[in-house]
Nanobody, 129 residues
Framework: QVQLVESGGGLVQAGGSLRLSCAAS????????MGWLRQAPGKEREFVAAVSRSGGNTAYSLDSAKGRFTISRDNAKNTVYLQMNSLKPEDTAVYYC?????????????????????WGQGTQVTVSS
């Protein structure tokens, strides 16, 4: 069982930056691939970024892959991060941290929502124009 708590959301002007953090409980955090997904008002939840259990492999959605977002993790601190730069009003959404299934793979990442078993409560990010 993994419990996840996000923090770092808030209101920022377009062009600004935020760093989201997700603190995980449990001693086996390093065995789980992690991801960030977001849900904008009136839209379905969508994939943003993922990182393998080792941190050595990452994946990004087409939009966040444009050099604006960076996912990372610190297994010693049981924490995964999402650094978001050059924010746009269309980035406004609730951002969710999620943990995938326990794995021995050092490189596995997934963009599929159904690959994630544990979810945080979400943190609101609002970007004003």
């Amino acid at each position: 069982q993994v419990q996840l708590v996000e923090s770092g959301g808030g209101l920022v002007q377009a062009g600004g930056s935020l760093r989201l953090s997700c603190a995980a409980s449990g001693r086996t955090f390093s065995m789980y691939p992690m991801g960030w997904l977001r849900q904008a008002p009136g839209k379905e939840r969508e994939f943003v970024a993922a990182v393998s259990r080792s941190g050595g492999n990452t994946a990004y959605s087409l939009d966040s892959a444009k050099g604006r977002f960076t996912i990372s993790r610190d297994n010693a601190k049981n924490t995964v991060y999402l650094q978001m730069n050059s924010l746009k009003p269309e980035d406004t959404a609730v951002y969710y941290c999620a943990a995938g299934r326990f794995t021995t793979s050092q490189t596995f990442v997934s963009a599929r929502e159904n690959a994630y078993d544990y979810w945080g409560q979400g943190t609101q990010v609002t970007v004003s124009s």
